[in-house]
C-alpha cells in the first residue's frame, strides 16, 4: 500500500489497555514528539508516546502566518491575578496535539549565546555549550531552517537603520558560530522547503515514519495520565494510569514500562502529574489530600516566563499586515501568492529581532555603549536582558481595525521574578494554578523601564531620523492616548510612574513558560538531576521545558528540541 494513500498510525486506548512497554512519553508535543521519534529509531525497543490532544494536520496548520497562536487545538488557561499587570489574571496559549506548541509559535528558533549554557554547567555540569552544541546541531539535521530575505512590509531596512543608529550591530544570524549576542539579527524560522511550517510532528513524526515504525512505536491520542504508578522502595516508575480525555467518571487504565517513563507534557502539565502522583510540596500535597510519595520542594517551583510589553507605530496600511483584516481582496491575493508561489504576508510574519543588554545603555544619551571588543556570545557580560521583535500588525491586532500598525514587542529575558504551578483538583483534566508572578521582583521594574525608554527612543529614531519615505507615528504609548502626539525626545522625560502604569496595563505572557521542575541539586530546588532523572527515581525522567535550569535569554523551542535530543542519548546509554 502507499504511504500516502495510508491513515496516520492513531492506536485507540483500548488497544493499549494491559500492555507493557519499554518506554513510556507522556505528552507528544514538541519534545515528546522528538524524544519518542529518536527511542523508536531502532527495533529492540517499543515505545508507547500519549498524547491528550487529538491528531490533526490540515492544511491551514501548515500555513505559518495562519496558524501563530491559531488552531482547535489552541489551549487557553489563565493565571492568578497578577499585581504585576495591574490586578488582572493573565492569558496563557498552549497547543494540546502532537506536536504541540511547535504548531502554533511564531516558528522563531534561536539557540541562545553559548555563555547562558555555560552558566547552566554552575548548577548541572554536564549542560555546558561544549555538552550542547553537537544535540543543537543534531536538531538542526532534521528541523528546516529559513530566513526571509523579501519582507513584504517597507519598514525593516529603516528599523534595521534605527537600531544601528542606536548601537547595535546587524548579523545574519543569531544562531551562526562566532555571532554577537547582541545586534539586529535576521531569525531562523522553522519553516520547510515548501513554505510551510514544520512542526515537531512534521520533522520527528512525519506519517511516513509513523507507519514505518507503528510495529513498535505506539501512538495514542485522546488520553490523559491522571498520575504514575510508583515504587518509592525501590525507586522505580512503574507505569502509568491513563484515562480516555472528554469521558465522564473515566475509569482509570494501567499500562506498565519495563525500562523508562519520561514525562514531556511541558511546564504546566509535568508538575501536574508529578503532584497528582505524590511527588512534591508535601504541604501542596497533604492540602489536596495527596499521599506524600516523595516530598520534593521544587515541584513546580520556578516558573519562568517572558513578559512582553507592545509600543505601537502608525504606518501606511500597506505597510502592515492589517490590511489582510480589512481587505478581502488583500487576503485573496496573498492566498493566491503563498500558494502558487510561496511568496507573500503568509510565508512569514516574525522576521526579525533586536538583542540587547540595559546595563550598557548610557542613561543620558539613550545609546548602547561601544563595547571595547565584539560582544561575543560566549562572553557572560553581553548576555541580553531584553529582546524587540518586529511585528508588523498591531498588538493586539483587533483593537484598531483600520490603522496601519507595526508592533515592537518588547521581551523580557532575564528575570529574578518566578511563579509556581500547584494543583488544585485531584482531577488531571483540571488545569493546575498558574501564577507567574509577573514583574514582582523590583529589579525586574527597574529593566523593564530601561528596556521600554530605549524601545520608545528607537520608535523616535524610526518616525523621525531613519528616512523612512511614509508618513508615521508612535500610536500607542505610555503616558498618553493613542490620539495625543509623541514628540521626539519624550523617551527621556516621559516619567516612571508612566512607564509602571503603561506596563501594568499592556504586560502579557510571551507563552514562554519553563523551569517548572527545572535542572538543580534536591538541596537547591531542583527536581531533575544533570542526567533529566527525577531526584529519588532510577528510571523517571522530565525531558520538556520545565527542566531549563531558568528561563532561556532567548526563544525557548531550540534548547527544548536540544533537551529532547539530550535525553535520548541518555536513555540509549543507559540501556545499550
Known amino acids: 500500500m502507499w504511504t500516502f494513500s495510508s491513515k496516520y498510525p492513531i492506536k485507540r486506548l483500548e488497544e493499549i489497555i494491559g500492555q507493557t512497554y519499554d518506554y513510556i512519553v507522556v505528552g507528544g508535543g514538541t519534545a515528546g ?26 492544511f491551514k496548520s501548515q500555513i505559518p502566518l495562519v496558524s501563530i497562536a491559531n488552531g482547535d487545538y489552541a489551549v487557553h488557561r489563565m493565571s492568578t491575578p497578577e499585581s504585576g499587570a495591574g490586578g488582572r489574571p493573565v492569558e496563557i496559549l498552549s497547543a494540546e496535539t502532537l506536536g504541540g506548541t511547535s504548531r502554533m509559535n511564531g516558528m522563531i528558533y ?61 548579523e545574519r544570524s543569531v544562531n551562526k558560530p562566532g555571532s554577537p549576542a547582541v545586534g539586529h539579527f535576521n531569525l531562523d524560522l522553522t519553516i520547510d522547503p515548501k513554505g510551510c511550517r514544520q512542526s515537531a510532528l512534521h520533522a520527528y513524526l512525519p506519517k511516513a515514519i509513523a507507519i514505518q515504525r507503528q510495529d513498535y512505536l505506539h501512538i495514542c491520542t485522546d488520553v490523559i495520565v491522571s498520575r504514575l504508578d510508583l515504587d518509592p522502595l525501590c525507586g522505580l516508575a512503574r507505569g502509568v494510569f491513563v484515562h480516555t480525555s472528554g469521558a465522564r467518571n473515566p475509569k482509570p487504565h494501567l499500562i506498565s514500562a519495563r525500562r523508562e517513563i519520561v514525562l514531556t507534557a511541558g511546564a504546566i502539565c509535568s508538575p501536574q502529574i508529578l503532584q497528582l502522583s505524590g511527588i512534591g510540596p508535601r504541604p501542596t ?13 521544587g515541584v513546580g517551583s520556578h516558573l519562568g516566563d517572558h513578559p512582553l510589553i507592545p509600543v505601537s ?77 518586529v511585528l508588523p500588525i498591531g498588538s493586539p491586532s483587533t483593537k ?129 538531576d544533570g542526567q533529566l532523572r527525577v531526584h529519588g527515581f532510577k528510571n523517571l525522567r522530565i525531558s520538556d521545558a520545565s527542566v531549563l535550569p531558568s528561563v532561556p535569554l532567548t526563544h525557548p523551542m531550540a534548547a527544548v528540541y536540544m533537551v529532547a535530543e539530550r535525553c535520548a542519548d541518555f536513555i540509549k546509554k543507559t540501556w545499550s
Open 33 to 58: 514528539s522528538a524524544l519518542a521519534s529518536r527511542l523508536g529509531e531502532g527495533t529492540d525497543a517499543t515505545v508507547l508516546l500519549l498524547e491528550r490532544g487529538s491528531y490533526c494536520d490540515g
Open 110 to 170: 534561536t539557540r541562545g549565546a553559548q555563555a547562558y549554557y555555560d552558566l547552566w554547567s554552575q548548577s548541572a555540569s554536564e549542560w555546558s555549550w561544549a555538552d550542547v552544541e553537537p544535540f543543537f546541531k543534531n536538531v538542526e539535521r532534521t528541523v528546516s531552517l529559513h530566513q526571509t530575505s523579501h519582507l513584504e512590509s517597507d519598514i525593516y531596512p529603516f528599523l534595521e537603520r534605527s537600531a544601528n543608529k542606536l548601537g547595535l550591530l546587524s
Open 285 to 297: 500535597l497533604e492540602s489536596m489530600g495527596i499521599p506524600v510519595v516523595r516530598d520534593l520542594q
Open 313 to 389: 507605530i502608525e504606518v501606511p496600511i500597506e505597510d502592515s499586515m492589517q490590511q489582510l483584516q480589512d481587505s478581502f481582496l488583500q487576503m485573496i491575493k496573498h492566498a493566491v501568492l503563498y500558494l502558487v508561489a510561496g511568496k507573500g504576508w503568509l510565508k512569514s510574519a516574525l522576521d526579525r529581532g533586536i538583542f540587547f543588554n540595559t546595563s550598557h545603555l548610557d542613561q543620558e544619551t539613550g545609546l548602547l555603549r561601544e563595547p571595547e571588543e565584539k560582544p561575543y556570545s560566549n562572553k557572560a557580560e553581553y548576555l541580553p536582558d531584553a529582546e524587540i521583535i
Open 400 to 528: 484598531n481595525p483600520g490603522k496601519g500598525l507595526v508592533s515592537l514587542q518588547l521581551c523580557l529575558l532575564q528575570l529574578r521574578s518566578t511563579g509556581s504551578i500547584q494543583v488544585t483538583s485531584l482531577d488531571a483534566t483540571e488545569s493546575p494554578q498558574v501564577k507567574l508572578n509577573m514583574m514582582h521582583d523590583p529589579e525586574d521594574r527597574e529593566v523593564a523601564r530601561k528596556a521600554l525608554r530605549f524601545t520608545l527612543h528607537l520608535a523616535e529614531e524610526f518616525v523621525h531620523h531613519s528616512g523612512y519615505p511614509k508618513t508615521s507615528r508612535i500610536f500607542y504609548h505610555p503616558g498618553n492616548s493613542s490620539e495625543d502626539e509623541w514628540n521626539e525626545d519624550d523617551w527621556r522625560s516621559v516619567p516612571d510612574a508612566c512607564l509602571d502604569e503603561y506596563i501594568e496595563k499592556n504586560v502579557v505572557s510571551s507563552y514562554h513558560l519553563t523551569s517548572s521542575c527545572h535542572m538543580a541539586s534536591e538541596e537547591e530546588g531542583g527536581v531533575v
